[in-house]
């Protein structure tokens, strides 16, 4: 139950930072947006239909299709976002005074973008969808066997043409900032808590070092055959996956034992298994 009002709450968050960037800093700064935003944008330019009723109106009809075609449990992920992100959005164009707050387009694009990839990894955290074009692009692959990333860049294509209409090309290039930033956003907001960073150590006092990493800092080692490629001498090397925040202390350490250990760091998305998905023994 705790968990299922957390990722409500994700949900909740993840639509206000979606919404408020597109209606305060996209909208306001003529920034082209893609998508069923972008659709939007150009509704209420050729046909003064309201933006939030055009996102509405649009969202509904993809969900229906999603819930027709691709079932029951796919058209619930996405039931919340689907209804709550145009209301949000039509609270936040009426809210007069969060508005024309910052009108520099270039800073504009850039914060825009930090908040929607905040935004759509906070609903894709909780196995739920932002809804829209993602609908349909997952549709079309299942009918007619067209790549998802095909249907998705068509369609955003129309989109930025028919906005280009009415915007110049500094404003195409802010739109494409703002995109970037948003896939970069989106991964950063998925991986957060779960990126850890994996310890390669060849040492000859490999013992003493596994045991430091095991009994003083509380963290998993594994032990792996090796060979030195100079004497073809039989080695141990260490392998741990640990927290960023272990990792100073435990270089420090071992560099006390052994003063010329060979030491590799690399960054690590995501683990699985004991001690990280599954309780420690």
């Known amino acids: 139950m705790?968990?299922?009002?957390?990722?409500?709450?994700?949900?909740?968050?993840?639509?206000?930072?979606?919404?408020?960037?597109?209606?305060?800093?996209i909208l306001?700064?003529?920034?082209?947006?893609?998508?069923?935003?972008?659709?939007?944008?150009?509704?209420?330019?050729?046909?003064?239909?309201?933006?939030?009723?055009?996102?509405?109106?649009?969202?509904?009809?993809?969900?229906?299709l999603g819930l027709i075609f691709l079932g029951k449990a796919f058209a619930m992920?996405?039931?919340?976002?689907?209804?709550?992100?145009?209301?949000?959005?039509?609270?936040?164009?009426?809210?007069?005074?969060?508005?024309h707050y910052l009108n520099d387009p270039l800073l504009a694009c850039v914060i825009a973008g930090f908040l929607m990839g905040i935004g759509i990894g906070l609903i894709l955290k909780t196995n739920a969808s932002t809804g829209g074009i993602d609908i349909l692009a997952i549709l079309m692959n299942k009918k007619l066997n067209i790549p998802v990333h095909i249907v998705l860049n068509v369609i955003d294509l129309i989109v930025l043409i028919l906005q280009f209409s009415f915007n110049d090309?500094?404003?195409?290039?802010?739109?494409?900032?703002?995109?970037?930033?948003?896939?970069?956003?989106?991964k950063r907001t998925l991986m957060a808590g779960t990126s850890l960073t994996q310890l390669l150590v060849m040492?000859?006092?490999?013992?003493?070092?596994?045991?430091?990493?095991?009994?003083?800092?509380?963290?998993?080692?594994?032990?792996?055959?090796?060979?030195?490629?100079?004497?073809?001498?039989?080695?141990?090397?260490?392998?741990?996956?640990?927290?960023?925040?272990?990792?100073p202390i435990i270089k420090e350490k071992i560099l006390k034992i052994d003063a010329h250990a060979f030491i590799i760091v690399s960054h690590v998305d995501e683990v699985g298994g004991q001690g990280f998905t599954f309780a420690k023994r």
Request: hydrophobic share 50%; charged share 10%; with cysteine.
């Open 28 to 64: 306001e700064n003529n920034i082209i947006a893609g998508g069923v935003s972008g659709i939007g944008i150009v509704m209420n330019y050729y046909f003064g239909i309201s933006i939030s009723m055009s996102v509405a109106l649009i969202n509904i009809v993809l969900f229906l």
């Open 203 to 247: 040492s000859d006092s490999y013992e003493s070092i596994r045991e430091m990493i095991l009994h003083e800092h509380d963290a998993g080692v594994t032990l792996l055959a090796g060979e030195k490629g100079y004497t073809q001498e039989s080695s141990q090397l260490i392998l741990s996956i640990l927290p960023y925040r272990k990792l």
């Open 77 to 99: 992920s996405t039931l919340i976002s689907t209804f709550l992100f145009p209301m949000i959005l039509d609270v936040f164009e009426k809210t007069t005074f969060i508005h």
């Open 169 to 186: 090309t500094t404003h195409v290039i802010y739109g494409i900032i703002t995109v970037m930033i948003t896939s970069l956003m989106l």
């Open 2 to 25: 705790k968990q299922k009002l957390l990722n409500i709450g994700y949900i909740f968050l993840g639509n206000i930072c979606i919404a408020f960037a597109l209606s305060t800093l």
